[in-house]
């Protein structure tokens, strides 16, 4: 494949690059002009349309979208597959459901430097889902970092009495991502080491082979521990949790509910990616790491946020929570990889990717609606804020008690289909008895019952929420000068989230064809060109040599 | 490991040498302190304060413009040596690696022309001013 083809695959993150660059230099030109969300919002409609005849009209693709002969596109250093088609379908989606909860709050502040960075912030999420290369990977999720920085910092605004903490957050934000950017680069380099190649495949390639080497197995580990140690910062997976809570606190309500979501959009695909799929021979060390991980995650996550009265570090916490969650569909993929049968029965990787969906629906349409509810110079800062919501707003107050009756997972929302999948998944290790799986069984076991008692102690808070809203007489209205947009985004989440709640079955359907076409893509070893066998042949004759 | 071995001797090598030559220095030079010789650039111009001091957000800005050229640097001189020497962007062509020269030439040409739109921006945000 030659450089001309990458290009044609890129073409949609490039028109999402392309309009950033016309919103950055026309906002610099017409400083006063209002209105860049709607440009920003074209962007997006330009590169999911792109995308869209690129899956209809080019018969390659369109197999690939079907499961079909070629289960993957490989062009050097980008791959398209089912994984890839689908989780850049989905960001667009995200994208523009931030486009227009920001929609208002933004002409407050620089809307063309806010519009411009969530352009970039959604095409390095596309770039990270369709790496196929270490350094792309790393540069899928500085495109994500950096523009984060500037929209923190921008989103700070005119507003006195915020303006400092504001910039508080960015500045914790950005010291505390560099450093997770730099421990996850360490760990790349030793993947480096080992391989001798930054593509995944061939990193997959020389992993996968039986080898006597020492090293191999202790630096791949190392790389491993790196890998996740950097990634968890994305996740808020404790231990790398605690900027969370003071960040969201002092953020504006649109740019916390853009931390809550994008960037474990981000370490989820670029986990299953790389991790889960990539590296071999890690399963053992893989699942022991991610059960200890979720079980102290959703644990502390839960029991901090029962005393939060802000309503940002509520959710601040029941975002780490949910990372605990999301880490037990990983725990079980490790367990069950490079086990077919294991793997088709109880599919983790899939259940996170769904699990992923649902929370970020949900917790996209929360941000959107207190962002809804605040207004100029008062924003919705406390859970008492939302004091006697259901008099005042009955609508937004009915839109929240569903995100939140779906975070808690209660059978008819969309949450409960998300753990659902986690738990069966959790429990199906085993099941089918490879000899991978033998005796893992009480792990997951009590893995299942941990989740469920937290999920009851996560009850607690989110239907304290509901109880404020419904139960207590309004101290004071709030503005709900917020914007159409969020209003709209808000309904948009509540109802896609009581959709896939009645009717879950297509996005379940979904998820675990992506987690299976991820899993496939590394195996497949037919590939025209730079195939891990040619590559492996090249490498012994250089070795010899 | 036998592949790091001479690394690890170089190493070894340069430590003993570099901390020996120091060492020596010490031990067998002549010390003639005086306040001439104690600046910090003993032949270059002299210091007129102390170097811990603040000094402009703005040199910041100035920086950061100064990035874009210097990138654009970092990439257009490679291109430049590849494009004349035989082993370059021909070889890479007739090698299949590449589609065409034009193609090289299109993907620098939009390379410039993206930077200067970086340039365009940071024009009219006002970062050549002295405010």
């Given at each position: 494949?030659?450089?001309?083809?990458?290009?044609?695959?890129?073409?949609?993150?490039?028109?999402?690059?392309?309009?950033?660059?016309?919103?950055?230099?026309?906002?610099?030109?017409?400083?006063?002009?209002?209105?860049?969300?709607?440009?920003?919002?074209?962007?997006?409609?330009?590169?999911?349309?792109?995308?869209?005849?690129?899956?209809?009209?080019?018969?390659?693709?369109?197999?690939?979208?079907?499961?079909?002969?070629?289960?993957?596109?490989?062009?050097?250093?980008?791959?398209?597959?089912?994984?890839?088609?689908?989780?850049?379908?989905?960001?667009?989606?995200?994208?523009?459901?931030?486009?227009?909860?920001?929609?208002?709050?933004?002409a407050e502040t620089q809307e063309p430097e806010l519009m411009g960075s969530l352009l970039l912030i959604i095409s390095g999420l596309n770039v990270v889902a369709m790496a196929n290369d270490l350094v792309v990977v790393f540069l899928g999720l500085e495109l994500v970092s950096i523009p984060t920085y500037v929209l923190l910092f921008v989103g700070s605004g005119h507003v006195e009495r915020y303006a400092a903490q504001r910039q508080e957050a960015a500045t914790k934000y950005f010291f505390l991502s560099v450093l997770s950017s730099a421990v996850l680069l360490y760990g790349f380099s030793f993947l480096y080491g080992v391989s001798g190649s930054t593509r995944l495949t061939d990193v997959f390639a020389v992993i996968s082979q039986p080898s006597d080497e020492r090293g191999t197995q202790l630096f791949s580990r190392l790389a491993m521990v790196f890998?996740?140690?950097?990634?968890?910062?994305?996740?808020?997976?404790?231990?790398?949790?605690?900027?969370?809570?003071?960040?969201?606190?002092?953020?504006?309500?649109?740019?916390?509910?853009?931390?809550?979501?994008?960037?474990?959009?981000?370490?989820?695909?670029?986990?299953v990616r790389i991790v889960v799929v990539a590296m071999p021979g890690l399963e053992q060390v893989g699942w022991q790491l991610t059960l200890a991980m979720a079980f102290v995650t959703m644990t502390l996550g839960n029991l901090v946020a029962l005393w939060q009265a802000n309503i940002r570090r509520l959710l601040a916490y029941s975002s780490i929570a949910h990372a605990g969650y999301m880490l037990i569909g990983l725990s079980v993929g490790f367990a069950v990889a490079g086990d077919e049968l294991a793997s088709a029965s109880a599919d983790g990787m899939g259940a996170t990717i769904f699990y992923l969906i649902v929370y970020s629906l949900a917790t996209a349409g929360t941000f959107a609606a207190i962002t809804y509810l605040g207004g100029a110079g008062r924003q919705i800062d406390t859970v008492e804020d939302l004091a006697g919501l259901s008099q005042t707003h009955p609508q937004a107050a009915f839109a929240i008690a569903v995100f939140m009756f779906s975070l808690t997972g209660l059978p008819p929302l969309a949450g409960f289909w998300g753990k659902f999948g986690l738990l069966t998944g959790a429990l199906g290790v085993d099941a089918k008895s490879g000899g991978l799986t033998d005796g893992l069984w009480p792990w997951f076991l009590m893995l299942s019952v941990v989740t469920v008692v937290n999920a009851a102690i996560s009850a607690a808070y989110y239907l304290r929420v509901i109880s404020v809203m419904y139960f207590r007489p309004a101290l004071s209205t709030p503005l709900a000068?917020?914007?159409?947009?969020?209003?709209?985004?808000?309904?948009?989440?509540?109802?896609?989230?009581?959709?896939?709640?009645?009717?879950?079955g297509p996005m379940q359907e979904a998820s675990r064809a992506m987690s299976r076409s991820a899993r496939q893509t590394i195996d497949e070893r037919d590939w025209a060109e730079n195939s891990p066998q040619d590559f492996l042949a090249t490498r012994h004759r250089s070795a010899e040599d | 490991m036998?592949?790091?071995?001479?690394?690890?001797?170089?190493?070894?090598?340069?430590?003993?040498?570099?901390?020996?030559?120091?060492?020596?220095?010490?031990?067998?030079?002549?010390?003639?302190?005086?306040?001439?010789?104690?600046?910090?650039?003993?032949?270059?111009?002299?210091?007129?304060?102390?170097?811990?001091?603040?000094?402009d957000v703005r040199f910041h800005l100035v920086a950061i413009a100064f990035l874009i050229f210097d990138v654009e640097l970092l990439f257009l001189y490679p291109w430049a040596v590849a494009s004349r020497n035989p082993q370059g962007i021909d070889a890479a062509v007739s090698a299949g690696l590449i589609g065409s020269r034009g193609?090289?030439?299109?993907?620098?040409?939009?390379?410039?022309?993206?930077?200067?739109?970086?340039?365009?921006?940071?024009?009219?945000?006002?970062?050549?001013?002295?405010?």
């Open positions: 494949m030659t450089s001309s083809e990458t290009i044609y695959l890129l073409l949609p993150e490039a028109s999402l690059i392309l309009f950033a660059t016309l919103i950055f230099v026309a906002g610099a030109f017409y400083p006063a002009r209002t209105g860049w969300n709607l440009l920003a919002a074209f962007g997006l409609l330009v590169a999911g349309g792109v995308l869209c005849i690129q899956i209809n009209s080019n018969p390659v693709y369109s197999a690939v979208f079907r499961g079909q002969a070629p289960l993957a596109i490989v062009s050097g250093p980008v791959v398209v597959d089912l994984f890839s088609l689908a989780s850049r379908a989905l960001v667009i989606g995200v994208g523009m459901l931030f486009v227009m909860i920001t929609s208002r709050t933004a890998i996740f140690a950097g990634l968890g910062f994305r996740l808020t997976a404790v231990p790398f949790h605690f900027y969370a809570p003071d960040v969201y606190q002092g953020t504006s309500n649109p740019n916390a509910g853009l931390l809550a979501v994008i960037p474990k959009i981000a370490a989820v695909v670029a986990l000068q917020g914007g159409v947009g969020a209003a709209l985004a808000m309904f948009l989440c509540a109802a896609l989230v009581v959709a896939v709640g009645v009717y879950p | 036998q592949l790091f071995l001479p690394i690890l001797m170089f190493v070894a090598a340069s430590t003993v040498l570099a901390g020996g030559l120091l060492f020596l220095g010490g031990l067998i030079g002549p010390s003639r302190a005086g306040k001439v010789k104690e600046m910090p650039y003993e032949s270059g111009m002299d210091p007129i304060h102390d170097t811990r001091r603040r000094f193609l090289v030439f299109a993907e620098v040409i939009v390379f410039i022309a993206l930077l200067a739109l970086g340039f365009v921006y940071a024009l009219r945000k006002g970062v050549f001013q002295w405010r």
